[in-house]
C-alpha cells in the first residue's frame, strides 16, 4: 500500500508561480526531495535543471549567468540550458562525458510553471484544464504561495473539507453553521474526486453579500470542488438571489494546489479568479492578502499542529475516526494510493 512519503510521480506539480521567475535571477526550490533551479532564458522561455553540479555537487542556483549558460560556483563548469557542460577551465578544457546536469520538463500555464519530476516523458495531456484561470480582466485574477510543515496530503484533506469553515474561520466566509450538517454529494471518477454542497443563509457570505442586489437578505449559495492528481484542488463558490440558476452567480473560481518539497515539507499555490469588481487592482491585491493570512492565521497552525501529533505515522496507520464530513478527502487518499500503486507496477 502507499503511503504518505511517496509520490504520483508522472504529473505535473507546480514548481513556482510565474512570477517568482523574472530577469536574470537563478530561482530555486526543492521538490519531492530534489533540488531545482529554474530560470528565463533570454527569450523569457523558462527553463528547469537540477540544482546540482555533478563535479562537487555545489548548488548551481549560486553560481553565474553567462548568457543563457551557467557557471558553477565552485569550479565554474559551465553549462547550456539543455544540462551539457560546455566549458571546463581547468587542465586541456576536455569536457567529461559525465559532465551532465538533468534538464526537467516545464509548462508555462495558468500563471504557474509546471514541473514534471519522472523520468518518463512528460505527457502534456495530463496537466488537468484551468482554462478560466486565464479568462477575463487581467485585475481579476491573482496568485500567492505559502511553505508549511506539513505533508501535502493533509493540505488536501483540508480543502476537501469544507466542514471547517464555521469552527476555523471568522465572519468573511462564515455560512451560519449551515455547512457542517450537509453531508457533501461526491462525484467519482477514475482520476477525478468531487463535492458539492448547497445551501441557503442570512445574510450571504460577506465575500460576496455587498455585491448582491439585497446584502442583508438570503442568498443561496454552493460550493464545487474536485481533486484531480495529484495535488490540485478546484474550488468554485458562489451566491445569488432572484434566480434559481447558478450560473448566474456571484462567484469565484479558485485553485489550490501542493508541490511536496519532501515528506514533511509543502510548497502550497493559490490561485483565484472572481466575476465582479474585475478591473479593481486594488480589490484584488486585497483580496488576495486576505486569503493568504486567513490560511496562515487559521487553517495553518491546525494543520502544524496535526502533522506534529501525528510524527511520521501514516495517517490511516493511526486508525482516525471517520464521519459523514470525511467522505471526499478519505476517498482522495483511496485514490491517490491506488494511483501511486499502479504507477509502480508499470
Not at 15 to 27: K, Q, W, Y
Not at 68 to 75: F, G, I, L, Q
Not at 287 to 313: S, Y
Request: aromatic share 10%.
Amino acid at each position: 500500500m502507499a503511503s504518505a512519503f511517496e509520490y504520483l510521480k508522472r504529473a505535473w506539480y507546480v514548481a513556482a508561480m510565474s512570477s517568482e521567475v523574472a530577469g536574470e535571477a537563478l530561482f530555486h526550490r526543492r521538490i519531492l526531495g530534489t533540488s531545482v533551479m529554474i530560470y528565463r532564458l533570454a527569450d523569457g522561455s523558462p527553463v528547469a535543471l537540477h540544482d546540482r553540479c555533478p563535479h562537487r555537487f555545489a548548488p548551481l542556483h549560486m553560481g553565474k549567468r553567462e548568457g543563457d549558460e551557467v557557471a558553477c560556483p565552485y569550479h565554474a563548469l559551465r553549462f547550456n540550458a539543455e544540462g551539457q557542460c560546455v566549458h571546463n577551465p581547468h587542465g586541456n578544457g576536455r569536457i567529461p562525458a559525465a559532465a551532465q546536469v538533468r534538464r526537467f520538463p516545464l509548462i508555462e500555464k495558468y500563471g504557474f510553471l509546471w514541473i514534471w519530476m519522472d523520468e518518463s516523458d512528460a505527457d502534456p495531456a495530463l496537466l488537468p484544464d484551468f482554462s478560466p484561470l486565464d479568462e477575463g480582466h487581467p485585475n481579476a485574477v491573482a496568485q500567492t504561495y505559502m511553505h508549511m510543515d506539513v505533508n501535502y496530503e493533509l493540505i488536501i484533506d483540508n480543502v476537501m473539507d469544507l466542514s471547517h469553515i464555521d469552527h476555523v474561520h471568522g465572519e468573511i466566509i462564515t455560512t451560519r453553521g449551515q455547512l457542517s450538517p450537509i453531508v457533501p454529494k461526491v462525484r467519482e471518477r477514475e482520476t477525478h474526486i468531487s463535492a458539492r454542497w448547497e445551501w441557503s443563509q442570512t445574510p450571504a457570505m460577506m465575500i460576496f453579500a455587498n455585491f448582491l442586489p439585497r446584502p442583508a437578505e438570503e442568498a443561496r449559495h454552493y460550493f464545487d470542488i474536485t481533486w484531480t492528481a495529484p495535488a490540485n484542488i478546484q474550488l468554485s463558490v458562489g451566491a445569488v438571489q432572484d434566480s434559481e440558476d447558478f450560473a448566474e452567480a456571484t462567484s469565484q473560481y479558485d485553485l489550490h494546489t501542493c508541490t511536496p518539497e519532501d515528506a514533511f515539507k509543502t510548497h502550497y499555490f493559490f490561485a483565484t479568479r472572481r466575476n465582479h469588481v474585475e478591473s479593481d487592482a486594488d480589490y484584488n491585491t486585497m483580496k488576495i492578502q486576505a486569503m493568504h493570512q486567513a490560511f496562515e492565521a487559521e487553517d495553518g497552525p491546525i494543520i502544524t499542529a496535526v502533522q506534529q501529533e501525528m510524527g511520521e505515522a501514516e495517517f490511516f496507520s493511526l486508525d482516525p475516526v471517520l464521519m459523514s464530513n470525511d467522505v471526499a478527502p478519505v476517498k482522495v487518499r483511496r485514490l491517490l494510493q491506488k494511483m501511486i500503486a499502479a504507477e509502480k507496477l508499470r
